[in-house]
């Protein structure tokens, strides 16, 4: 899978050398560029956001940085005149599900297991991290012209930019490429993946502090301790997340 990242911090993205990521990029199973969008600026201050139109407090993202920085990672816009030549527009790649630009944006749809599981099909996902006030909203209207836009929330509270979200939302993405994750039944076996939270786990030793492991995990009856983690799962589940047993949560998992 192909990733790109636009982003005023470009440095937020160095965490993305370590552990299993940096080990599926190291191997060519995610190939990663971060952007600075500063790159994109023609004016001596590199300013990427003005004041509102209409008024009102912070600054907004201007639009003219975010298209020179989009059209070159995904093409320029084919509808432009000095652009015939373009190689991969997204209204070209459109045909063959190209790429999805995704904007973190507290606005967006719910991020969740099942939209991570979705984008890890994909061949290439462009990131783009607003910060300030947000973007300029014609950056989104004109890209949802040329193919797939999405506005993507982590959850219902406000971050000061795009980044943490877009580095919480690769990780639990590059985490279902296949080969990413060395053993794939550690995937299946966790929380949200069935619809359920996580049963508890534990290792040696067998009394710790003077708490002891469940003696159901030491009597070697692996049908007994099925039964007993997905009783845990239950039990978790409905004193933790009722919501998540809720019959629409259900319906919306499958649908
Ligand atoms: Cl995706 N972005 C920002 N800026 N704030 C958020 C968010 C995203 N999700 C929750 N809060």
């Known amino acids: 899978m192909r990733i790109d990242i636009v982003t005023i911090f470009p440095e937020f993205f160095d965490v993305l050398d370590l552990s299993l990521l940096g080990k599926a990029r190291q191997s060519g199973l995610i190939e990663l560029g971060v952007h600075n969008l500063r790159d994109h600026t023609h004016d001596r201050h590199h300013s990427v956001d003005d004041t509102p139109y209409g008024?009102?407090?912070?600054?907004?993202?201007?639009?003219?940085?975010?298209?020179?920085?989009?059209?070159?990672?995904?093409?320029?816009?084919?509808?432009?005149?000095?652009?015939?030549?373009?190689?991969?527009?997204?209204?070209?790649?459109?045909?063959?599900?190209?790429?999805?630009?995704?904007?973190?944006?507290?606005a967006g749809?719910?991020?969740?297991?099942?939209?991570?599981?979705?984008?890890?099909?994909?061949?290439?996902?462009?990131?783009?991290?607003?910060?300030?006030?947000?973007?300029?909203?014609?950056?989104?209207?004109?890209?949802?012209?040329?193919?797939?836009?999405?506005?993507?929330?982590?959850?219902?509270?406000?971050?000061?930019?795009?980044?943490?979200?877009?580095?919480?939302?690769?990780?639990?993405?590059?985490?279902?490429?296949?080969?990413?994750?060395?053993?794939?039944?550690?995937?299946?076996?966790?929380s949200h993946e069935d619809g359920l939270l996580e049963y508890p786990s534990y290792t040696k030793p067998a009394n710790w502090r003077g708490l002891d492991v469940p003696p159901v995990l030491r009597s070697g009856d692996h049908g007994a301790i099925s039964i007993w983690r997905h009783e845990q799962q239950i039990e978790r589940t409905q004193r933790v997340r009722p919501d998540l047993l809720a019959p629409s949560a259900t319906s919306e998992r499958q649908g």
């Not at 373009?86 to 190209?98: H, K, L, N, P, V």
């Open 55 to 106: 008024g009102g407090a912070g600054m907004v993202m201007k639009p003219e940085p975010w298209g020179d920085a989009l059209d070159a990672i995904l093409g320029a816009d084919p509808a432009s005149a000095e652009s015939v030549a373009a190689e991969t527009s997204i209204a070209d790649s459109a045909a063959d599900d190209g790429p999805i630009l995704i904007f973190p944006s507290p």
């Open 109 to 190: 749809d719910q991020f969740t297991q099942a939209m991570a599981r979705e984008l890890s099909l994909e061949r290439h996902l462009v990131f783009g991290c607003g910060r300030y006030e947000g973007i300029d909203e014609r950056v989104v209207d004109h890209y949802s012209q040329r193919g797939r836009v999405r506005l993507v929330s982590l959850g219902d509270y406000v971050l000061n930019g795009g980044e943490v979200a877009v580095m919480a939302m690769i990780e639990a993405i590059g985490r279902l490429i296949p080969g990413v994750v060395g053993n794939p039944a550690s995937l299946i076996e966790e």
